[in-house]
């Protein structure tokens, strides 16, 4: 009988090894999801843009990407696959996206996740409530018309935790080219291409051609 109640104390306390890694476990899990707040802004940096979503709490996160298959399909199913570059490029150029839900790891894509960077940029804007943020997130589900420039993914979480549709990144693109286009060096060249152009083809020009070609170096250098 002795023989028997060590055994039978032996696998009680290996089920209480057992039962403390599980334990373990799951509360370092529930640490990893309360990660992130619901409402959080969060930003994944990539090669050439910066990519943006809000938190909606169990390892969701909502995000607006340029996508094609809402278009040309209604299968749940295709519409909830990975976006590849082929969907996302296709959804530039026809404007088409959708406002999806996708998991942290997905979201993210391996690079790392910043937390509300935009609270300090928008100091003067404070974040609305985080309960209001998510479930304006959630309420945008779906497709959306999409602009690189005028309403992509950083105007959908500004509004979503600020009330305003905005985006930096766009700002300072525009800012960029502006900067290049309208600079001295670029009128001048525009003046010397336009002069070339008029002795090149001054027999075959019209006025109205003369005039514009004209006019268009001096419009590009009083800007300048």
Known sequence: QKPLQAVILRKYKKALIIKKK?????????????????????????????????????GRVAHFIPDIMPVISSDPKKIQKMVTNTRLILGVLLKRGSVRVDSVEDFAYGSEILVNPTDKVCSSLPPLDP??????????????????????????????????????????????????????????????????????????????????LLLMPFLVWMAS
């Open 22 to 58: 599980l334990n373990k476990n799951e509360a370092i899990q529930e640490e990893d999801e309360d990660e992130f707040k619901r409402g959080d802004l969060l930003e994944v940096p990539r090669t050439l843009f910066i990519h943006f979503g809000i938190y909606l709490g169990g």
């Open 131 to 212: 309960e209001a943020v998510a479930l304006r997130a959630e309420r945008l589900r779906g497709q959306v018309p999409y602009s690189l420039l005028w309403f992509n993914c950083e105007h959908y979480v500004m509004y979503c935790r600020y009330g305003t549709s905005m985006s930096f990144q766009t700002f300072q693109f525009c800012k960029t080219v502006r900067s290049l286009v309208l600079s001295r060096a670029v009128a001048k060249v525009t003046w010397l291409l336009g002069a070339g152009l008029v002795l090149y083809l001054q027999a075959a020009l019209s006025p109205y051609t003369l005039l514009l």
